[in-house]
């Protein structure tokens, strides 16, 4: 029964982080006033494009969806070691909140950019170890995702743990989301307005032109 609440919760959440990214980058923005109708209720649409965004993430598809199921799977595990510290993941003891808390999104979201820079710095952009650091959207959403399915799945099953502390700590999982869902959009944008600037200077600069003296 609780592991087919997980699969439940997990695809619920799943497709709540990608409808609120959506919302969250098109209300957020400060240059539109107008919306039109498609993009606020045309779920048909926004669903799927959505559900593929938090794989791909402005980087590889296919790197997208295996650290995403990779960070899911090492976030099952990492719930499970709650019980190494006390009862059951889903006993109402301080250890099993600790490890459905955001304590560890949050080190996916501040870690994951400091290793690449100190790992990923070694090794050229195609090469695979580069791509798989760079993923951090997939990596906080698989993570995200299984602590939100797995302690609203023990909750429903058990009842034993605390559900305001599950809605806390899942408005903050949610948000953080949220918070790196916008930073890493916004530095993707300067990276191509960077981009482009430079290029617009080059093909300004005529280099078959001869030089005046």
Same mark, same amino acid.
């Given at each position: 029964?609780?592991?087919?609440?997980?699969?439940?919760?997990?695809?619920?959440?799943?497709?709540?982080?990608? @409808?609120?990214?959506?919302?969250? +980058?098109?209300?957020?923005?400060?240059?539109?006033?107008?919306?039109?109708?498609?993009?606020?209720?045309?779920?048909?649409?926004?669903?799927?494009?959505?559900?593929?965004? %938090?794989?791909?993430?402005?980087?590889?598809?296919?790197?997208?969806?295996?650290?995403?199921?990779?960070?899911?799977?090492?976030?099952?595990?990492? $719930?499970?070691?709650?019980?190494?510290?006390?009862?059951?993941?889903?006993?109402?003891?301080?250890?099993?909140?600790?490890?459905?808390?955001?304590? @560890?999104?949050? $080190?996916?979201?501040?870690?994951?950019?400091?290793?690449?820079?100190? +790992?990923?710095?070694?090794?050229?952009?195609?090469?695979?170890?580069?791509? $798989?650091?760079?993923?951090?959207?997939?990596?906080?959403?698989?993570?995200?995702?299984?602590?939100?399915?797995?302690?609203?799945?023990?909750?429903?099953?058990?009842?034993?743990?605390?559900?305001? +502390? $599950?809605?806390?700590?899942? %408005?903050?999982? +949610?948000?953080?989301?949220?918070?790196?869902?916008?930073?890493?959009?916004?530095?993707?944008?300067?990276?191509?307005?960077?981009?482009?600037?430079?290029?617009?200077?080059?093909?300004?600069?005529?280099?078959?032109?001869?030089?005046?003296?």
């Amino acid at each position: 029964m609780e592991f087919l609440l997980f699969i439940l919760f997990f695809l619920f959440f799943y497709f709540l982080l990608g @409808l609120l990214s959506h919302y969250y +980058i098109l209300f957020s923005d400060t240059d539109r006033t107008n919306f039109q109708r498609n993009e606020l209720l045309d779920f048909a649409h926004i669903l799927p494009k959505q559900a593929i965004a %938090v794989f791909e993430a402005h980087g590889n598809l296919q790197y997208g969806i295996l650290v995403f199921f990779g960070m899911s799977f090492f976030s099952f595990l990492w $719930i499970l070691l709650g019980g190494l510290f006390g009862s059951s993941h889903y006993a109402d003891e301080p250890a099993p909140y600790i490890f459905h808390s955001v304590l @560890l999104p949050a $080190i996916i979201s501040f870690g994951m950019p400091v290793l690449k820079n100190y +790992i990923g710095s070694g090794f050229s952009k195609s090469h695979p170890t580069y791509k $798989i650091l760079s993923q951090e959207i997939p990596a906080l959403a698989g993570s995200s995702v299984t602590l939100l399915a797995s302690a609203f799945s023990s909750y429903g099953t058990y009842h034993e743990m605390m559900f305001f +502390i $599950i809605f806390i700590n899942s %408005v903050l999982i +949610i948000g953080l989301y949220l918070f790196k869902e916008k930073q890493v959009r916004q530095r993707h944008q300067f990276n191509e307005d960077d981009y482009s600037e430079v290029t617009d200077e080059n093909e300004d600069y005529n280099f078959d032109e001869e030089p005046r003296y």
